[in-house]
Every structure is written in C-alpha cells, then in structure tokens.
C-alpha cells in the first residue's frame, strides 16, 4: 500500500508543478489535459488546455495533481504536504523558495522536534511543513 498526496489547482496545476519539479529535483512522469480527454465536454474551453492528471516522480515518492473544473474549484485547506529533508540547509532552502510570493504561518527555525520546522502556503495555494533532521541528534 502506498498514499499519494492528490492536489485540485484553480487553473495554475502546470506552473506549480514545473516549479515544484525543478524545487525537489524530480521528474514529471506525465501530464495529459483536459484536451486529451475523451469527448472534452466537463469543462469550458477556455479549460481544455488545463491540466487534467499530472505526476511529480521525486524517487519512489510521488505527487499528484490536476486543475479543478471552475465547478468544483475551492481553496486547498484542511491538510498540508509535509516534507522532511535530511539536509538542514537544502530544507532551509526548499522553504525559502516555497515562501516566496506565499505565506508564512511559521518561520523555519529550529523546534524542540526538529533542527528545523516551518509552514507555509506557497504562492499557488498548496500549504507545506518542512522539517529536517531530528532535534534529539
């Protein structure tokens, strides 16, 4: 069994997935939009060229994503995708870029389980905890 974190975007699914492919060194294992689908008729044209099924690849992790049709469109809440990296600095980094042109709801820094924690919502609405290291080592 394996979970993978399935994000619905507002229409901007390939922009923060070609950013987040780039941030985590990972790879788009595919792509298809709403174009490609059979009969095209969910969505509005001015959607066919949205994203319908995208995969991140980040070695054995995936995550997932598509953009919501404007008729089932909400604000990402209720969760986060948390992140733990073994490098203090790379998380360090990964949070920085993560915030820019987002919202920070708690600086990275160092907590009492971590070496270093953060959260924020970054600039495509997806919210995020990066953590690295464990503060007890």
Do not use: H
């Amino acid at each position: 069994m394996k979970f993978v974190t399935y994000l619905f975007f507002n229409g901007n699914c390939r922009e923060a997935f070609e950013f987040y492919a780039g941030l985590f060194d990972g790879e788009i294992a595919g792509m298809g939009t709403y174009r490609d689908e059979p009969g095209q008729g969910s969505v509005p044209a001015e959607w066919l060229d949205k994203v319908m099924n995208v995969q991140l690849s980040i070695g054995d992790q995936a995550l997932m994503a598509s953009d919501a049709p404007p008729q089932y469109a909400s604000d990402m809440s209720g969760f986060s995708v948390s992140v733990d990296l073994g490098d203090l600095g790379r998380a360090g980094r990964v949070f920085t870029a993560l915030a820019d042109g987002g919202t920070v709801n708690m600086p990275f820094q160092p907590t009492f389980w971590a070496k270093g924690f953060g959260m924020v919502k970054d600039r495509f609405g997806t919210p995020w905890m990066i953590s690295s290291g464990n503060a007890q080592e």
